[in-house]
């Protein structure tokens, strides 16, 4: 012995790692995504399948080029980029044009995430960032919506939150909950969501104090509402399966680069979402809040994170992580 | 039985069974034995002997003028061929006398003191403890006596015995609680005595259903108490293992004795039976060696000063490329670059990892996935701190209670983007110690 051992490897303690990485999580995600877009895919035909497809390859192409030019060691093998396309389809209208899809996705990862430096670092969903700004530059493309194939509901063109903002017309709960509705690819089918975060809350890479204070909330809000104007305002029910409360709640809100790292963090991350959501929903321009309430809490993480610094152990305080 | 705990900590694969059934053997006389002259926290010793001595086993080598220190002594009979800087475990050369052995192991002990714990003077206990040489066992090296000296204000009421033995692959203190049962209980009532307690807790995690048959029958003869921990890493730290067998928390920068505890290994404890009873040196422990590298996994007794390269050899060997050579456990042992380095006091084993691809993969930013923050015993941000630590705030740092890290590693193991988190912090302390000593400059 001796010599031949010199390429034994010096690193600190700890010697031995759990078996998680970066790569597992984001296709983790990926995989509890899949039903929800095969779904979306049968209901709106080839053009949600080359959305998928141009959207992903957008973001992979986008984040190669980047890290390529800041010469960051990074490769794309942590699969974010991938969930990020994914998300931005399933966040967009099924008819939106292609080359929209494009732009969008290169926003979302050159501005929304690489500008910041990179996974990780980024303040915002890189993603709703890409929505965002197709929002604003597409405001036709963005807000046109068509029926699925398996229409259940068929009362109109529009998304059910708009018929319901708009025009005063509700969709029925099944409709809403089984998918089958006007809505973003990824919006349609409440059940196929939940069904994939399930297996995300169990592998813990969601926090489940965030959707579910967001559910709450925007329940117990929405309830409130209901209460005082019930001709006006929709029951809380709909609240949670209209829209992209599912998608925003279960997989955006919970991104983990984007949200707060405390449990305390999360409550008051989930509920200020819930707030921000009833209330644009209902009181705002717009029928819908999802993106634009996760956005805003999403800015103020850092500050949450802050306000709820656990106790040390031995400083006399409670476990209240 | 609900089982006491702590909140955080981690499930690591424990293998255990790889070294678990192998009843402790006593390893062979080395060819030459190197002794470091600190092997402990505290002030370093200086020789007593010179080049050309013969000494016996047992026979004082070197002591430190200082309180905090504790000497070291001849592990066999032998001449001392010479006295200079050698390698040591913790990295940085230092003074060690080098022994060879003369086979005759003829002893130089001190006077037996008899084992009857009730009849003992306790300040000569506490004497003896110090002449030993007894450190903590379990891998910190503190000095025993030091231990035993809390200050008037801060009365002990509590003395726990630590067999926890937490760390993965880990198997002597187990080992030790199953063969050395009485000598550890003699030790603890020993221990009871120097600190005048009320009670004395023998802890031991819940996996090692043997040891604690084995002891619960004794220590309930004994009038120890017993209290039988979740399996879960670190339960046997210091804090952890107060708060989970007492419900008292160690305050933020204190000590054990803050809150009327002394904790002590159990390896520990059947040190200070063998000092006091049979007048015993430190001069000798038990050590696992294990890993999958290594090639019959088993427990030994060891010679202090013995090179890890013979004791591998002597446990058989290993198989396959060793990828890492660790003293101490997976979770917070210290990889060595050389097998020449010596077994110490606190060498509680010898892991053997082969080669894999994971000890050379490089890290990711982190991506606040928040599993370190849920982990932490101490209820840190590891997250936040390892962040901080590269962007070298080391003020801030210290805000986010740097120095209340125990280095456990719970958050670095749980980390998907493989962040060095203990390395980091460890460097932030240091920096942050400069800093406190530039201010008070």
Redesign the interface.
């Known amino acids: 012995m001796g010599k031949e051992q010199s390429a034994m490897v010096l690193s600190i303690s700890p010697h031995i790692k759990s078996k998680e990485s970066v790569r597992r999580i984001m296709l983790s995600v990926i995989i509890t995504l899949l039903p929800a877009v095969g779904y979306s895919i049968y209901q709106f035909g080839l053009h949600a399948l080359f959305m998928y497809c141009i959207s992903v390859a957008t973001c992979l192409v986008s984040e190669w080029v980047v890290v390529r030019l800041r010469k960051r060691p990074f490769s794309l093998r942590d699969g974010s980029a991938i969930v990020t396309g994914i998300l931005l389809a399933m966040v967009l209208p099924p008819k939106f044009p292609l080359y929209g899809v494009v732009l969008g996705a290169v926003v979302a990862i050159v501005i929304g995430k690489q500008i910041f430096g990179g996974v990780g670092y980024n303040i915002f969903n890189p993603a709703l960032i890409g929505r965002a700004f197709l929002a604003a530059t597409y405001p036709v493309f963005i807000s046109s919506y068509v029926q699925p194939r398996m229409a259940l509901d068929a009362v109109s063109q529009a998304t059910p939150l708009a018929a319901m903002k708009f025009e005063g017309v509700m969709t029925s709960y099944r409709a809403l909950f089984l998918g089958g509705t006007g809505g973003s690819l990824g919006e349609t089918s409440a059940l196929f969501l939940l069904v994939g975060a399930v297996y995300l809350l169990v592998k813990k890479y969601i926090k489940w104090r965030i959707p579910l204070s967001i559910f709450l909330t925007v329940a117990v809000l929405g309830e409130i509402f209901h209460l005082i104007n019930p001709a006006k305002y929709p029951d809380p029910l709909f609240h949670l399966f209209a829209g992209g409360l599912m998608i925003g709640a279960l997989y955006m809100a919970t991104d983990m680069v984007t949200s707060p790292i405390t449990k305390r963090g999360s409550v008051i991350f989930g509920c200020g979402i819930g707030v921000l959501v009833v209330f644009i929903r209902l009181l705002g321009g717009l029928p819908e809040g999802v993106m634009y309430a996760i956005l805003f809490m999403n800015a103020f993480v850092p500050l949450i994170n802050r306000a709820t610094k656990p106790k040390i152990f031995g400083t006399g305080g409670r476990d209240e992580r | 039985m609900s089982l006491f705990t702590f ?1 955080g900590g ?1 499930h ?2 424990y293998e255990k069974e790889l070294a678990k059934g192998s009843p402790i053997q006593t390893a062979g006389l080395p060819k030459s034995l190197t002794i470091p002259l600190v092997q402990h926290i505290g002030a370093p010793c200086a020789p007593v002997v010179e080049a050309g001595d013969v000494v016996k086993k047992g026979q004082l080598l070197g002591k430190g003028e200082s309180f905090v220190s504790a000497p070291v002594h001849a592990s066999a009979s032998g001449k001392v061929k010479r006295i200079e800087k050698s390698l040591h475990p913790l990295g940085q050369p230092v003074l060690s006398v080098v022994l060879e052995p003369d086979g005759n192991e003829e002893t130089a002990y001190m006077t037996p003191m008899g084992g009857d714990p009730g009849t003992l003077d306790p300040e000569a206990v506490k004497a003896r403890v110090k002449d030993a040489g007894i450190v903590g066992l379990g891998g910190a090296t503190f000095p025993a006596h030091v231990k035993f000296s809390p200050p008037k204000d801060k009365p002990i009421d509590t003395f726990i015995l630590n067999g926890c033995e937490c760390e ?1 692959y880990l198997t002597a203190d187990h080992r030790t609680m199953l063969e050395r049962t009485d000598d550890m209980l003699l030790g603890a009532k020993m221990i009871g005595r120097i600190l005048n307690v009320r009670r004395i807790i023998v802890a031991v995690e819940n996996n090692k259903k043997d040891a604690i048959e084995t002891c619960k029958k004794s220590a309930h003869a004994e009038g120890v108490e017993f209290s039988v921990t979740a399996t879960k890493y670190p339960q046997g730290g210091e ?1 952890m293992l107060i ?1 989970a067998v007492l419900g008292r ?6 000590l054990p004795m803050d809150v009327g505890v002394v904790v002590s290994n159990v390896g520990t404890a059947v040190a200070v039976c063998e000092a006091v009873r049979d007048g015993k040196p430190l001069i000798e422990r038990v050590l696992t060696v294990t890993g999958n590298a290594a090639k019959s996994p088993g427990n030994w007794l060891v010679k202090i000063g013995t090179p890890i ?1 013979e004791v ?2 002597q446990a058989g060997g ?1 198989t396959g ?6 003293i101490g456990g ?11 380095v010596p077994v110490i006091k606190g060498t509680s084993g010898i ?1 053997l ?1 082969r ?1 894999e691809a ?3 993969e ?1 890290y ?8 370190c ?2 982990v932490c ?5 590891p ?2 701190l390892s962040v901080l630590a590269e962007a070298e705030a080391w003020e801030k740092m210290e805000e ?2 740097v120095n ?1 890290c125990i ?1 456990c ?1 719970s958050c ?7 962040r ?1 988190i ?2 980091l912090v ?1 460097a932030a302390k240091i920096k942050v110690r400069e800093i406190k000593k530039r201010e008070n400059a």
């Open positions: 909140k981690i690591p694969p993965p804090k708060k928390e160690v305050p933020s920068g204190g390269g591998v050899e290993t490329t060793v990828g890492k050579l660790i997976p979770m917070m042992g210290i990889a060595q670059s050389s097998f020449e892991l990892l080669e994971y000890m050379k490089g990711l930013p982190c991506i606040k996935c928040s599993f923050v849920q015993p101490t209820r840190l941000l997250s936040r986010y209670g209340d280095e590693g670095a193991y749980v980390c998907p983007s493989k060095p203990v390395q460890k």
